[in-house]
Every structure is written in structure tokens, then in C-alpha cells.
């Protein structure tokens, strides 16, 4: 099956500080996903992506799809303490909204 | 708007017993999803149903059923739970096609099988 390689796995920054966490797949995959999820809640979707070499941004948030369509960026500028918690990327290899693949997620913590 | 909820949020029950996990949402939506939450394992999907009567398994679909009998519910049951069912499931719903098909979440049920 599709595996997704998200990394890093944890991050400790400081307030202030940019992010960048990445995702890298086996296969090709048609949409890139970002979202959030903060302790007890469900994911939130933060950005969506659709075409390859697509950058798309979310006030601070920053994605892009990459140009193989096998990867994927987020970045945050200038973190504040409500970015903490866990990203994840997910992707779709298919048309349709049949299931996603998820990365293993990136767990954010932030230093005041 | 409700969007999408999940009931019981929480849940203790024995190995052995029949469980069935809600999920109802309001925005019409064609597909739900059912998605299990481990350490380790990130989200992995169980079920998805891309309308009312139609359903396809998933990555981890063993030990779980589903159905879809109206368009806003997606009920999951755990026909004889087992302790390796210990996890957080996460119901999420989305529209189909093009720039539509992101997928929405719910507030997720925690399980726990003793």
C-alpha cells in the first residue's frame, strides 16, 4: 500500500520561530493535505493542494505540492503558542474523495 | 450547523462485547469515512462509503462493520470487541470531485476495550 514519510516527528521551537515539516510518498499522488490536531479533537483541514508545483497559503501557514507529486511542504511563519499540537499530512492517489493516507504526523511544541 | 458528530465521545466496554460507534453530519455530504488513531500508526482508514448503500473497506477493515442506510449516518460496529480495538476513531464526511473532495472530522469516540 501507499506509504507516507512525514518528517520530523517532533519539533521544539522556540516562540517566533519559523516551521518546516515535509512529507514524502512512494506513489504519485493527486492531492496533498494538511492538517491540524490539537489534543482531544479531530483533525482540521488547514490546506489543500491539487496540482503539482501548487503553493497555497493559509494566513501564516505556507504549503506546496511538490513538482514529482510525490512530496509536500508546510511551512509556518513566526509560530505563536496556539500553532502546538500534531500535523499531519495526508494524500490521495485517486479522483473522488475515496479514503486518504496519512502521515504519522509532526508533533509541535513551542517554547515561550 | 452541526456538521459532524460522534457519539459516545467515550466508551469502556469488555472483549467480547458488540459496540457500535456513531456518526452523523449535516452537510449532506456524499462519503464518510471511518478512521481509527493509534501511537504510532497516525490515522488509518477502516471504512468509506461514498453514498448511501454503498460501502468499501479500508486499510484495517477485520473485526469491523459498517452500514449506510441514509445519507447522514455511518454507523461503525465492533461486532465482538477485542482489546487490540483500543484506539480513537475519528468519523469524517466529504464532498466528491475536483477541488469538493477534502475530507471533514469529527470530534472522534475514545475506545476502550478491557
Known amino acids: 500500500g501507499q506509504q507516507l514519510n512525514q518528517s520530523p516527528q517532533s519539533m521544539f521551537i522556540q516562540e517566533g520561530e519559523d516551521v518546516s515539516m515535509n512529507c514524502t510518498s512512494s506513489?504519485?499522488?493527486?492531492?496533498w493535505l494538511w492538517y491540524k490536531q490539537d489534543p482531544g479533537e479531530g483533525p482540521v483541514l488547514l490546506i489543500a493542494?491539487?496540482?503539482?508545483?501548487e503553493l497555497t497559503s493559509n494566513g501564516r501557514l505556507t504549503a506546496q505540492f511538490g513538482i514529482t507529486r510525490k512530496d509536500s511542504f508546510l511551512n509556518i511563519s513566526a509560530s505563536i503558542p496556539s500553532d502546538v499540537g500534531i500535523y499531519f499530512c495526508a494524500g490521495r492517489t485517486g479522483g473522488g474523495a475515496d479514503g486518504l493516507t496519512f502521515g504519522k504526523g509532526t508533533h509541535l511544541i513551542i517554547q515561550p | 450547523d452541526a456538521g459532524i458528530t460522534q457519539s459516545p465521545r467515550y466508551k469502556i466496554t469488555e472483549t467480547g462485547r458488540q459496540v457500535t460507534l456513531m456518526c452523523h453530519q449535516t452537510w449532506s455530504h456524499s462519503y464518510m469515512f471511518w478512521y481509527r488513531q493509534d501511537l504510532g500508526h497516525g490515522l488509518r482508514l477502516i471504512y468509506y462509503s461514498a453514498a448511501a448503500d454503498i460501502t468499501d473497506k479500508g486499510e484495517v477493515p477485520d473485526g469491523y462493520v459498517v452500514s449506510r442506510s441514509k445519507t447522514e449516518n455511518f454507523p461503525l460496529t465492533l461486532e465482538s470487541a477485542t482489546r487490540s480495538q483500543t484506539s480513537v476513531y475519528f468519523c469524517?464526511?466529504?464532498?466528491?470531485?475536483?477541488?469538493?473532495?477534502?475530507?471533514?472530522f469529527g470530534p472522534g469516540t475514545r475506545l476502550t476495550v478491557l
Open positions: 506513489s504519485i499522488f493527486n492531492t
Open positions: 493542494l491539487y496540482k503539482a508545483g
Open positions: 469524517a464526511s466529504g464532498k466528491a470531485g475536483g477541488r469538493a473532495d477534502t475530507q471533514y
